[in-house]
């Protein structure tokens, strides 16, 4: 059973960068297709991006492409969410996330492909 553990959020300020990283449990993390959602205050929970199980493939939100940036290190058991140009409105609860299903392809959007969630981690920009 794979367990997920979110750090690396904090206070910035807009146009900062920041970090998150979310170290998994267990020893099949490589198997899977791993996502980054998060949740405003008052909002729904929303699809940050995603990344593959074998080559690294990445898929983003539109609303943080060419800012946001996934990467994963299947030797540490841990995925990073690089953010950077950081905005006021990215400020929200940030969450990683394990698909389903082992060794699928697709790069999920929708929270039900994934059923494995960490407990979160906070993200504040200032403006």
């Known amino acids: 059973q794979v367990q997920l553990v979110e750090s690396g959020g904090g206070l910035v300020q807009a146009g900062d960068s920041l970090r998150l990283s979310c170290a998994a449990s267990?020893?099949?993390?490589?198997?899977?297709?791993m996502g980054w959602f998060r949740q405003a205050p008052g909002k729904e929970r929303e699809f940050v991006g995603s990344?593959?199980?074998?080559?690294?493939?990445?898929y983003y939100a539109d609303s943080v492409k060419g800012r946001f940036t996934i990467s994963r290190d299947n030797a540490k058991n841990t995925m990073y969410l690089q953010m950077n140009s950081l905005k006021p409105e990215d400020t929200a609860i940030y969450y990683c996330?394990?698909?389903?299903?082992?060794?699928?392809?697709?790069?999920?959007?929708?929270?039900?492909?994934?059923?494995?969630w960490g407990q979160g981690t906070q993200v504040t920009v200032s403006s």
């Open positions: 996330a394990k698909r389903r299903t082992a060794l699928a392809m697709a790069l999920m959007t929708f929270m039900r492909a994934y059923d494995t």
């Open positions: 267990g020893r099949t993390f490589s198997r899977y297709v």
């Open positions: 990344i593959s199980w074998s080559d690294g493939t990445t």
